[in-house]
């Protein structure tokens, strides 16, 4: 393994019974990185994320956590982990600061680190209140306060910002790109790509328990770099011309506009060749996709 990776799997892989819920999955997350997990519903993450974690045992393959192998060493592979895998669970009646004690003392942690954590997610000025009386992203942040308890290295998140309205949404992108400052790792596992293409330099996309693309989302998405090329009148023959182009992949119409799998450096040869038969083109240009597009594009999902 990478002394620059803190996750590592090499084809990892999980059976039940007839049915492969992740299958041969290899991954590498580098060390103080953002890195996001995504995948349509029931595409293998949170039992990925599970098996990282050494609640599930893998049928095949293994999976490296901070340079220990989570079968053959979990305590010291998980010791300097955090994560929130579900939706956060605290005693409604207490409040904050000994929510966050409850969990000290478990751990055998001194209390001047619930202080310190409130700070990191900035509910200082609510740690004495009772946890039912906190917003749903104030429950997000005690639930990452605790997380950082230990003093992790890598933190995973499984879909940390569900219910949450569009201001705790970005307070929580915040917090989440200060701790990655801070220099802890971050395994975002999100369905709201969205926010993932603000916050993580690398992703990787799962589907039906295979990885599908893994990469920098702007490696990613420069592959889906298209030229859009606007026609005056003359769309269909345009369209007929182009599909007999070796050099050019796919051309999809959508109404006058033309969209061509092309690099963008060839949209003069593209408005050369049109021009050339008489076809004027109105406007060309390269065409960039959202990472959602991409993501669409390469799971098959309908967008909403």
């Known amino acids: 393994m990478s002394s620059d990776s803190a996750v590592q799997t090499e084809h990892l892989t999980k059976q039940f019974k007839q049915r492969i819920a992740v299958d041969a999955v290899s991954l590498e997350v580098h060390r103080g990185e953002i890195f996001g997990f995504l995948g349509p519903?029931?595409?293998g993450k949170t039992t990925t994320i599970a098996m990282l974690l050494g609640l599930i045992r893998p049928t095949r393959g293994r999976a490296i956590v901070l340079g220990h192998d989570i079968q053959q060493e979990p305590g010291a592979a998980l010791r300097r982990v955090g994560a929130m895998i579900e939706a956060p669970a605290f005693y409604p009646y207490l409040s904050g600061w000994n929510n966050l004690r409850v969990l000290t003392r478990a751990a055998g942690l001194p209390d001047t680190?619930?202080?310190a954590v409130l700070e990191i997610v900035e509910l200082q000025a609510r740690a004495h209140d009772r946890f039912r009386t906190y917003s749903q992203g104030m429950k997000q942040r005690l639930a990452i306060a605790a997380t950082l308890l230990?003093?992790?290295?890598l933190i995973?998140?499984?879909?940390?910002?569900?219910?949450l309205?569009?201001?705790?949404?970005?307070?929580?992108?915040s917090l989440i790109r200060t701790l990655a400052e801070q220099g802890q790792t971050i395994f975002l596992c999100s369905h709201?790509?969205?926010?993932?293409?603000?916050?993580?330099?690398?992703v990787a996309i799962l589907k039906q328990g295979r990885v599908l693309a893994q990469g920098s989302v702007a490696e990613l998405l420069q592959q889906r770099r298209r030229v859009q090329v606007r026609v005056v009148a003359s769309a269909p023959r345009a369209l007929e011309l182009l599909r007999t182009v070796p050099w050019i992949g796919a051309v999809e119409q959508q109404g006058d506009l033309l969209l061509v799998d092309v690099a963008g450096s060839r949209a003069p040869e593209v408005n050369a060749l049109l021009t050339r038969h008489d076809i004027p083109v109105a406007e060309i240009r390269t065409r960039t996709e959202s990472l959602e597009q991409f993501f669409l594009e390469i799971t098959g999902e309908q967008g909403c």
């Open 156 to 163: 995973i998140l499984d879909e940390p910002t569900n219910g």
């Open 41 to 43: 519903n029931g595409a």
């Open 150 to 153: 230990a003093e992790p290295e």
């Open 192 to 202: 709201q790509l969205h926010e993932v293409e603000q916050v993580c330099r690398r």
């Open 165 to 173: 309205d569009p201001a705790g949404t970005v307070e929580l992108r």
């Open 113 to 115: 680190r619930i202080d």
